[in-house]
Each structure stands twice: as structure tokens, then as C-alpha cells.
């Protein structure tokens, strides 16, 4: 398989999961919060928070999940250009190490708050749970492949001058 053809394939990688998390934010996250707010009967509060603002800083904070595929664009632009190992694409990776980061931080402190409020929906904490370790791996492989495509750039570099 070629530069242009993985380029290709790994953009259609980006659009799937872009119209995922999409569909996931339109259909999955207002569903969830109905079942779960149903689950409050008689707490009025937990009822709001999680029919209403839960659902709510789930859709804000996929915003970085968007630029992050924005980012992944770019960098499998890069790649069908034969460019893969360049400065550009290591900040891409870290930028996007970053989101993950700030998410999964957003994350864990919302998990948080929501486990104080006390007893849950068996399905809360076991999503909470899902959503941190998935932003973590994210964060780890991004910071890793960004430390490592930084060096790959740097000797591409210095082979370039030698030649």
C-alpha cells in the first residue's frame, strides 16, 4: 500500500469516526440521560443533573474530540504527501495528546462530582470508567507517537544535510 492510499484509508478512518461521535452526541447521550434522569424518580436535583448538564458538558467537551480529528486530517494529509516524519505533524501529536489530556482530566472530576451526589445508576460509573481509560490510552499513544515522529523528523533532518 502506497503514501496516497493509506492517506486515503486513514482519512476514511476520520470521517467514520467523526460521524460516530456525532451520532453518539445526537442519539446516544440524550437517550442516556433520559434512562438515567428516569432512574431519580423522587430526587428532583440528580434528575436535571443528569437529563440536562451531564448531557450537556458531554456535548461541549466533545469539541476537542472534533479538533483532534481536524488534527488527524492534517497529519494523514502529511503522510499521503510522503511527509510523515516532519515538526508539524509531532505538534499535531502532541496537540492532540493535549485534548486528550484536558478531556480525561475533565472527565475524572465530573466523575467525581456525579459518584458525591450518592448512589447511581449502575451504568454511570462503568461510562465515567470507559471515558477515562480510553482519553488516557489516547493521551499516552499521542504523547508517544509525537516524541517519537519529533525524533524520526530530527534525523530526517540531519540526513538531509549530510546528503
Not at 125 to 140: S, Y
Amino acid at each position: 500500500m502506497g503514501q496516497k492510499e493509506l492517506s486515503v484509508l486513514l482519512k476514511v478512518v476520520v470521517i467514520v469516526l467523526g460521524v460516530f461521535l456525532l451520532a453518539v452526541l445526537i442519539f446516544f447521550v440524550p437517550l442516556l440521560g433520559k434512562t438515567v434522569s428516569a432512574y431519580y424518580e423522587d430526587a428532583p436535583v440528580q434528575r436535571v443533573i443528569f437529563g440536562a448538564v451531564i448531557p450537556g458538558i458531554v456535548a461541549v467537551s466533545s469539541l476537542p474530540g472534533f479538533v483532534a480529528l481536524g488534527l488527524a486530517w492534517a497529519i494523514f494529509t502529511e503522510i499521503g504527501r510522503n511527509n510523515s516524519f516532519c515538526e508539524a505533524n509531532a505538534k499535531r501529536l502532541r496537540l492532540i495528546s493535549r485534548l486528550a489530556l484536558g478531556d480525561t482530566c475533565v472527565y475524572v472530576v465530573l466523575a467525581v462530582a456525579v459518584l458525591a451526589l450518592g448512589p447511581q445508576h449502575p451504568s454511570v460509573p462503568l461510562i465515567f470508567v470507559a471515558v477515562t481509560l480510553f482519553g488516557a490510552a489516547v493521551t499516552v499513544v499521542c504523547a508517544a507517537l509525537s516524541h517519537l515522529t519529533k525524533k524520526a523528523a530530527d534525523l530526517k533532518s540531519d540526513s538531509d544535510l549530510t546528503i
